[in-house]
């Protein structure tokens, strides 16, 4: 079992930076591919980032390449999203997703994830 819970969010000016963290409980966080996912208002949820068990692969949409760095901290049960030159676009709710440990694949559907936090506001104004 994992629970994800999210944090810095919050209202940025358009070219600002952001950095969202997801503190994850449960033996097998380590063992897990993570992933982030957003979803702006009137829109379905879409990937945005995801990392390997190890930290090795990472996967992004290309409308935040350049842009945002996801990482990992195994030893502190952390997954992080550095965002920098937010747009307006950006503005969503940003949820922080792990696969089942038994999965290894960096993959970037939803429908590949058992396990979401509560979500994040992030508001990029222009």
């Known amino acids: 079992q994992v629970q994800l819970v999210e944090s810095g969010g919050g209202l940025v000016q358009a070219g600002g930076s952001l950095r969202l963290s997801c503190a994850a409980s449960?033996?097998?966080?380590?063992?897990?591919?993570m992933g982030w996912f957003r979803q702006a208002p009137g829109k379905e949820r879409e990937f945005v980032a995801a990392i390997s068990k190890s930290g090795t692969v990472t996967k992004y949409v290309d409308s935040v390449k350049g842009r945002f760095t996801i990482s990992r901290d195994s030893a502190k049960n952390t997954v992080s999203l550095q965002m920098n030159s937010l747009k307006p676009d950006d503005t969503a709710i940003y949820y922080c997703?792990?696969?089942?440990?038994?999965?290894?694949?960096?993959?970037?559907?939803?429908?590949?994830?058992?396990?979401w936090g509560q979500g994040t506001q992030v508001t990029v104004s222009s």
């Open positions: 449960g033996r097998t966080f380590s063992s897990a591919v």
């Open positions: 997703a792990a696969r089942e440990p038994s999965y290894s694949a960096t993959t970037t559907s939803e429908r590949d994830y058992s396990y």
